[in-house]
């Protein structure tokens, strides 16, 4: 990965955020709204919390079919997914609460996620947040060679086929920040003293880590096995919660910034980015299904990424609202503002950007 960070341009003359920031700020100063969640989130952590963790109770006290087995297992990967997207993102960006200690409480749920709190700091609000679809920068678009996201990755003859197999490969991602992500990370990061907030002592990440791992292992795999369930049942449903939650968070997560609308901009041979950073994120970032609500709810307003890339510290239960601001302030800017009517026509074009990503470069 390239380590000389890109510099944003200082060009503001478009007045966007300017403009779009006082909007906002007008809104909830005159509505007398906070901008973190309300009881609306609140009642919504309890039910991602008992769709995650009610079939776990079910499944260790009761026998059960092999077939009920695995049917729960996929619920739990779908409680999974919620709490990921609903509780844990906003804790981690200090939008759950006014409260500090709220916050790290609830971004804390993603230990039992199977994640890290540091690792996913680093990696989503200072490198994604900061370097949107910037290859080399943006860790999101990293893919080693299995997979093709961008122009300017190198092209492998198995990237013709990557439209057909790339989903099977996305249920691995939490499967993944289990066994190995979270380790790698770890040493990548505090190499390159990356933090967010407050810098620790490598020897407390370590510890933290290590300690935090063995009490998910101990939760999801060796209880289960005690209280009596045979070994194989047990891994093959924890395989199964986790190929659940994996494919639902990479497939929200690739709709809002692997599709063919997005744009994947390249510094200049000064490090300089074109645009500033505020109309980075609307050329780089889409949303989608804005009015089913539904795909709201469930993916805790990730459909609405525009909004959460320019006010990652507002919570997800406003961006319904912000969305008019910003839609607004880029129409009146002549700006771009990328977003699919249905989740089905993002998942086209997520999938036909791949296809395309996968034809060999010279006879594309």
């Known amino acids: ?81 919620g709490v990921g997207m609903n509780v844990m993102h906003d804790g981690n960006h200090g939008a759950y609460s006014n409260k500090s200690w709220v916050n790290k409480f609830m971004g804390g749920s993603i230990y039992i996620l199977a994640g890290n709190v540091y690792n996913w700091q680093v990696q989503h609000n200072v490198l994604h947040h900061t370097y949107t679809n910037i290859l080399g920068h943006d860790e999101d678009l990293e893919a080693g060679r299995i997979l093709r996201f961008t122009k300017e990755a190198q092209w492998y003859k198995h990237h013709k086929f990557q439209q057909y197999y790339s989903v099977f490969l996305y249920g691995l991602l939490t499967f993944n920040w289990a066994i190995t992500t979270d380790f790698l990370q770890m040493k990548r990061y505090l190499k390159r003293n990356l933090s967010y907030g407050e810098f620790k002592k490598p020897v407390v990440r370590w510890t933290t880590l290590i300690i935090t791992k063995v009490i998910y292992f101990s939760i999801w795999l060796v209880i289960p096995m005690v209280m009596g369930i045979t070994w194989w049942k047990v891994v093959l449903g924890f395989l199964v919660m986790h190929y659940t939650a994996g494919v639902i968070l990479s497939v929200v997560f690739q709709l809002a910034h692997v599709v063919n609308e997005t744009a994947n901009p390249i510094p200049d041979e000064n490090g300089e980015i074109e645009n500033t950073w505020a109309v980075h994120q609307l050329y780089t970032t889409a949303n989608f299904a804005p009015k089913n609500w539904l795909v709201n709810y469930y993916t805790g307003g990730l459909n609405h990424q525009i909004e959460h890339h320019i006010f990652p510290n507002i919570s997800h239960v406003h961006y319904n609202k912000i969305a008019e601001f910003v839609k607004e302030t880029a129409k009146e800017c002549n700006l771009p503002y990328n977003e699919f009517k249905t989740t089905r026509a993002a998942i086209y074009s997520h999938f036909t950007h791949l296809r395309d990503l996968g034809r060999q470069p010279q006879l594309s």
């Open 1 to 81: 990965m390239n380590t000389q960070s890109p510099v944003f341009s200082k060009n503001d003359s478009l007045k966007f955020f300017r403009t779009l920031n006082k909007r906002v700020n007008d809104y909830f100063k005159e509505n007398n709204i906070d901008k973190t969640g309300n009881w609306k989130l609140h009642l919504k952590t309890a039910v991602m919390f008992s769709i995650f963790l009610t079939p776990y109770f079910f499944l260790v006290a009761m026998d059960m079919p092999f077939w009920t087995y695995l049917l729960l297992s996929v619920v739990i990967g779908i409680g999974m997914a």
